[in-house]
Nanobody
Framework: VQLQASGGGLVQPGGSLRLSCAASGSISSINVMGWYRQAPGKQRELVATIAAGGSTNYADSVKGRFTISRDNAKNTVYLQMSSLKLEDTAVYYC???????????????WGQGTQVTVSS
C-alpha cells in the first residue's frame, strides 16, 4: 500500500489549501483515513480522521476550519483547510489505519508528508 499526498504549499494567514492523498496497491477496502501533522520541534498530532462510513473526528484546534472527506471509489482522502493560521504550519501526513488488499488487511500506512507553510 502506497500513499501519495499532494496539495501543500505556501499560503497567507486566512487563506485556504486543499490536500489530497491517494492510496494505491490493489486495495479493495480501507477502514479509517486521516491526516496528522508535525510542526518543527513538536510531536506528530492528529488533525482529522474519517471512517469508511463517513464519520469524522477533528482536533479541537481545527474544528470549524478544516473539513475532511474521502472518495472510497478512488481510495482518496481530502483535507480542505480554510482560515489558516500561522500555527497550522507543519508537515502534513496522510494516514490509513487498515487497508484490505490481496485478501488480507495490513496497516497502519503513512504517506510521505507534504509541507504546509502559513506565512505573511
Amino acid at each position: 500500500v502506497q500513499l501519495q499526498a499532494s496539495g501543500g504549499g505556501l499560503v497567507q494567514p486566512g487563506g485556504s489549501l486543499r490536500l489530497s492523498c491517494a492510496a494505491s496497491g490493489s486495495i479493495s477496502s480501507i477502514n479509517v483515513m486521516g491526516w496528522y501533522r508535525q510542526a518543527p520541534g513538536k510531536q506528530r498530532e492528529l488533525v482529522a480522521t474519517i471512517a469508511a462510513g463517513g464519520s469524522t473526528n477533528y482536533a479541537d484546534s481545527v474544528k470549524g476550519r478544516f473539513t475532511i472527506s474521502r472518495d472510497n471509489a478512488k481510495n482518496t482522502v481530502y483535507l480542505q483547510m480554510s482560515s489558516l493560521k500561522l500555527e497550522d504550519t507543519a508537515v502534513y501526513y496522510c494516514y490509513v489505519d487498515m487497508a484490505r488488499h490481496g485478501g488480507s488487511w495490513s496497516g497502519p500506512h503513512w504517506g510521505q508528508g507534504t509541507q504546509v507553510t502559513v506565512s505573511s
